[in-house]
């Protein structure tokens, strides 16, 4: 935008200190009176971005999938109220899977065949557990044995 608008450093700097808001603005009292635009994106990345945020992310997807668990729980056993518990554990382990919505990670759960929801949850915090910790140390690899990450 700076570059289109053809703002000068010190433009570009009041455009993007105008243009924070919420708990980003709370940056400007940190950067002092003689900040750059670099300085302000680097406090602005070091504040929120993914690598300090990782630790919450986790702690995040945890939560959203026993929150997922819990609620398919609670609606099979409302839309099946006298079904038999093979049935109830066959369409709650379906919908878990289904609704986690990303194929890859559908695939690796059906490839631990669980044999109900609660398996089907608990294989999926290990793979995202997994998947994390292979991050963190930089050696995450493909399907095809290339490293990536």
Not at 64 to 76: A, G
Not at 77 to 104: M, R
Not at 114 to 143: D, F, R
């Amino acid at each position: 935008m700076a570059s289109y608008l053809h703002w000068n450093k010190e433009e570009a700097l009041y455009h993007l200190c105008g243009s924070l808001e919420g708990a980003a603005d709370q940056i400007l009292w940190d950067i002092g009176p003689l900040a750059t635009t670099a300085n302000v994106i680097q406090l602005l990345q070091t504040r929120f971005g993914t690598q300090i945020q990782a630790e919450r992310f986790k702690a995040e997807l945890r939560t959203t999938l026993q929150t997922l668990y819990q609620d398919i729980c609670r609606l099979v056993t409302l839309g099946y109220p006298s079904a038999d518990v093979t049935l109830t554990n066959d369409v709650g382990k379906e919908a878990f899977i289904t609704a986690l919505n990303d194929g890859h990670r559908q695939h690796e759960v059906m490839k631990c065949e669980p044999v109900n929801i609660k398996a089907a949850l608990s294989c999926a915090i290990k793979l995202e557990t997994y998947e994390q910790s292979l991050v963190h140390t930089g050696t995450l690899t493909s399907e095809f044995g290339r490293e990536s990450g």
